[in-house]
């Protein structure tokens, strides 16, 4: 076979090839010219119904896909719903268990209060400060790593309080994959958002719109329609579902870089700040006492943190969206602990210094002293603007983009990643059967939904032989329910009146107390770490202390209390019979279910590869009808 002979163009023996056509004598110029015309439109019409006729075999073995799919989404809807039942009672006894220990707080048989460093400075006179704070259990940062094969490996980090516990709740995690989908319906992206009964807002959340999903940002459109289920909708009602009307965005506080303190007077806009910032990522509970003990405590960039344009927010003190637009000095009058006023008794001053003062765009709504202000980033939050309010109020939650069309691959993208993000959340009566795998955790970490790019994870091993981690998987969970075990320690203040007699009284949670760490005062503050928990000297000199005297109304040992810590014990028996009853079974249900959707998700890496081609058949029909059209509606003069 030569040159040109597929499609018969050159073939001499051929009466319908253009060589053929050129040497019958009987045409005219203009009737060779149409025919070779006529001939490349007919096999340009012969591809084109090839083509529909691959698309269409595509699509014929997709629905069949579809078919043997839904037979185990229906399994599994069935399953799914069989695991929370268990999860829940036991859920319910980890909040009876919760209650009781709080009980016996609260009836002042036992403490949860604690004084913790939190932050170090020095004012314009060199004199060195300490902020103490009377916190609540005293809680940091507590971590478990769950991995998608069921381990966990549990992380700690900061300073950890172990009168504190930290008891996760049981859910039914899922992770989903794009290709994840209902391929009988044209879902065009699966969303997080959030919006808020009678609204007609969504807003989504920014990680949508990164450099995967397009030029743009955005999957969807205007007239897509919004659901929070594709079985049983619940934030907008099935029967009436949204189309998306509008696309918008609106300027919100995302995110706490770092945290100031400082005093400002309704409505001024000059927020004035006390000279230190937060705690850095080096005060840890090895070097606590070196960085008190240190003879300077000085602030670093990093501590300080705002710039122009940051977000800056305290509830009732500024108004929403309030932002720095400029940095400046002043001065400003605060109120300090002097431990060496009046012989070393100590009492509370009052001092003025020159400070750094930030400009704020919106004058303050009420009058604070030394008090914390969150600094952030300001960003533009994306809204879709719907034809339909939301029923009821939800934050973070999974939400699918319909595309109405009468083709499921008329709008698909088939450059898709199919694999990448992978959505993780708690399978709920709203998404039962969603996901390629899904497990039982109690990692006490946050429940929400939310994306995570797999792909993009990974492990370095350091030159020291560390290894650190880029894009590790988000912490999500359950939740977790945090009480206090209780000790007979109450924070206290101690200060002195003019007579130089000493005053005791309790400290309150969330109080801030400014104390001195030069000279004589070195001596109150004996070993900020002297307990090893709470990071407040126990010697009697000491300015921030604690006392074993109950402030009540119950004492220490006595009958009622003896009966709390009964409770206490009674809860936990009921939870570890509750935990060895359900857990066992709904992590039998779980592993079924498990099961299933592995084999699911093998027939629909499948179907995601139909509907790809499928995509790109319809992709190429469309490039040959325009060709045809162009070739058909030309004025044929001459081609010679």
């Known amino acids: 076979m030569g040159i040109g002979d597929v499609n018969?163009?050159?073939?001499?023996?051929?009466?319908?090839?253009?060589?053929?056509?050129?040497?019958?004598?009987?045409?005219?110029?203009?009737?060779?010219?149409?025919?070779?015309?006529?001939?490349?439109?007919?096999?340009?019409?012969?591809?084109?119904?090839?083509?529909?006729?691959?698309?269409?075999?595509?699509?014929?073995?997709?629905?069949?896909?579809?078919?043997?799919?839904?037979?185990?989404?229906?399994?599994?809807?069935?399953?799914?719903?069989?695991?929370?039942?268990?999860?829940d009672p036991i859920n319910d006894q980890i909040n009876v268990v919760k209650a009781a220990y709080d009980a016996r707080v609260g009836a002042g048989c036992s403490n949860d209060l604690k004084w913790v460093p939190i932050a170090w400075g020095e004012d314009d006179e060199g004199d060195q400060l300490i902020y103490y704070q009377c916190q609540k259990n005293a809680l940091q940062t507590v971590r478990r790593q769950e991995r998608i094969d069921g381990s966990i490996e549990t992380i700690k980090t900061g300073l950890t309080d172990p009168d504190t516990i930290v008891t996760g709740y049981y859910g039914y995690k899922f992770y989903r994959k794009p290709l994840n989908r209902d391929y009988g319906s044209n879902l065009i992206d699966v969303i997080i958002g959030s919006t808020t009964a009678g609204s007609t807002t969504v807003e989504v959340e920014q990680s949508e719109f990164d450099d995967s999903s397009g030029e743009d940002g955005l999957e969807f459109k205007i007239g897509d329609v919004v659901t929070d289920s594709i079985e049983n909708p619940s934030i907008f009602s099935i029967g009436s579902l949204p189309e998306i009307v509008g696309i918008s965005s609106s300027e919100t506080f995302t995110g706490i870089t770092t945290t100031i303190r400082g005093n400002i007077s309704v409505g001024s806009t000059i927020l004035s700040l006390i000279g230190i910032g937060t705690v850095d990522v080096g005060f840890t509970n090895a070097n606590l006492l070196d960085r008190l003990n240190a003879d300077k405590f000085t602030s670093t960039e990093a501590d300080f943190g705002p710039k122009i344009g940051s977000g800056i927010e305290r509830t009732g003190v500024l108004p929403v969206n309030t932002k720095v637009i400029s940095i400046g000095t002043g001065s400003t009058t605060y109120e300090f602990y002097d431990a060496d006023f009046?012989?070393?008794?100590?009492?509370?001053?009052?001092?003025?210094?020159?400070?750094?003062?930030?400009?704020?765009?919106?004058?303050?709504?009420?009058?604070?002293?030394?008090?914390?202000?969150?600094?952030?980033?300001?960003?533009?939050?994306?809204?879709?603007?719907?034809?339909?309010?939301?029923?009821?109020?939800?934050?973070?939650?999974?939400?699918?983009?319909?595309?109405?069309?009468?083709?499921?691959?008329?709008?698909?993208?088939?450059?898709?990643?199919?694999?990448?993000?992978?959505?993780?959340?708690?399978?709920?009566?709203?998404?039962?059967?969603?996901?390629?795998?899904?497990?039982?955790?109690?990692?006490?970490?946050?429940?929400?939904?939310?994306?995570?790019?797999?792909?993009?994870?990974?492990?370095?091993?350091?030159?020291?032989?560390?290894?650190?981690?880029?894009?590790?998987?988000?912490?999500?969970?359950?939740?977790?329910?945090?009480?206090?075990?209780?000790?007979?320690?109450?924070?206290?203040?101690?200060?002195?009146?003019?007579?130089?007699?000493?005053?005791?009284?309790?400290?309150?949670?969330?109080?801030?107390?400014?104390?001195?760490?030069?000279?004589?005062?070195?001596?109150?503050?004996?070993?900020?770490?002297?307990?090893?928990?709470?990071?407040?000297?126990?010697?009697?000199?000491?300015?921030?202390?604690?006392?074993?005297?109950?402030?009540?109304?119950?004492?220490?040992?006595?009958?009622?209390?003896?009966?709390?810590?009964?409770?206490?014990?009674?809860?936990?028996?009921?939870?570890?019979?509750?935990?060895?009853?359900?857990?066992?079974?709904?992590?039998?249900?779980?592993?079924?279910?498990?099961?299933?959707?592995?084999?699911?998700?093998?027939?629909?890496?499948?179907?995601?590869?139909?509907l790809q081609g499928a995509a790109a058949s319809r992709k190429e029909i469309d490039r040959l009808t325009t060709l045809l059209n162009d070739l058909r509606e030309q004025d044929l003069e001459s081609y010679g």
């Open 8 to 87: 018969n163009y050159f073939n001499i023996g051929d009466s319908t090839s253009i060589f053929a056509i050129n040497a019958d004598s009987k045409l005219t110029v203009e009737q060779k010219e149409q025919k070779k015309v006529d001939m490349i439109i007919e096999d340009t019409e012969e591809r084109l119904k090839r083509e529909n006729n691959q698309r269409e075999q595509l699509l014929d073995q997709l629905q069949l896909m579809d078919v043997r799919i839904d037979q185990y989404d229906t399994l599994l809807l069935e399953i799914d719903k069989k695991v929370q039942p268990f999860l």
């Open 342 to 610: 009046n012989s070393g008794i100590g009492s509370f001053r009052t001092k003025t210094q020159n400070v750094t003062t930030l400009v704020l765009s919106s004058a303050a709504i009420g009058s604070t002293s030394t008090a914390e202000f969150n600094v952030g980033i300001v960003s533009f939050t994306p809204s879709l603007i719907l034809d339909t309010a939301a029923d009821v109020t939800a934050s973070n939650v999974q939400l699918s983009i319909i595309r109405p069309a009468k083709d499921p691959d008329r709008d698909f993208d088939q450059e898709k990643n199919p694999i990448d993000p992978v959505t993780i959340g708690l399978i709920n009566d709203r998404n039962l059967g969603v996901g390629h795998t899904a497990l039982i955790v109690n990692n006490a970490e946050p429940e929400r939904t939310i994306n995570w790019h797999q792909i993009r994870s990974f492990s370095l091993r350091q030159s020291n032989g560390e290894i650190r981690e880029y894009d590790p998987e988000p912490e999500q969970g359950a939740g977790r329910a945090v009480y206090h075990r209780g000790n007979t320690s109450w924070p206290i203040v101690i200060t002195g009146d003019d007579e130089g007699n000493e005053e005791e009284r309790y400290a309150y949670e969330g109080e801030i107390l400014i104390v001195g760490a030069d000279g004589s005062n070195s001596t109150r503050i004996v070993d900020p770490d002297s307990d090893g928990i709470d990071g407040v000297g126990n010697s009697a000199n000491s300015n921030v202390g604690t006392t074993g005297t109950s402030p009540g109304p119950q004492t220490p040992g006595n009958s009622q209390c003896v009966t709390l810590a009964n409770n206490i014990a009674a809860a936990e028996t009921a939870l570890t019979n509750i935990i060895n009853e359900n857990l066992p079974q709904a992590r039998k249900f779980a592993a079924q279910a498990r099961a299933i959707r592995e084999l699911r998700d093998d027939m629909e890496i499948e179907a995601f590869g139909l």
